[in-house]
């Protein structure tokens, strides 16, 4: 399972159980969403700490990867990446 997966399962789990929580106090129900959405992202900076970074570090992976086939790809295009497989046959800047 994706970290991405698993922490914004574990938010939306806080929120619920939040909320039930909450559910039993005789207020309003839109305080009721407000408080459990506040109170739930306090409580997951705390406790899902850990898949929080391993999802950064999923992201800051895929970045890398995407930046590093981009640059591939521009060389490729420029034909910096070209070289030749038959040796009779010369980029056409050295005919």
């Known amino acids: 399972m994706s970290a991405a997966l698993k922490y914004t399962l574990g938010r939306i789990g806080l929120f619920v159980a939040v909320l039930a929580g909450l559910w039993l106090v005789d ?3 839109f305080l009721k969403l407000m408080l459990a959405l506040v109170f739930s992202a306090a409580l997951s900076f705390f406790l899902l700490r850990g898949w929080r970074d391993e999802m950064a ?12 086939e981009k640059e591939r790809l521009r060389s490729a295009l420029a034909g910096e990446d070209e070289t030749p497989t038959d040796p009779t046959q010369a980029p056409d800047s050295q005919r």
């Open 27 to 29: 207020m309003n129900v």
């Open 57 to 68: 570090g999923e992201i800051a992976e895929a970045a890398e990867r995407r930046r590093t």
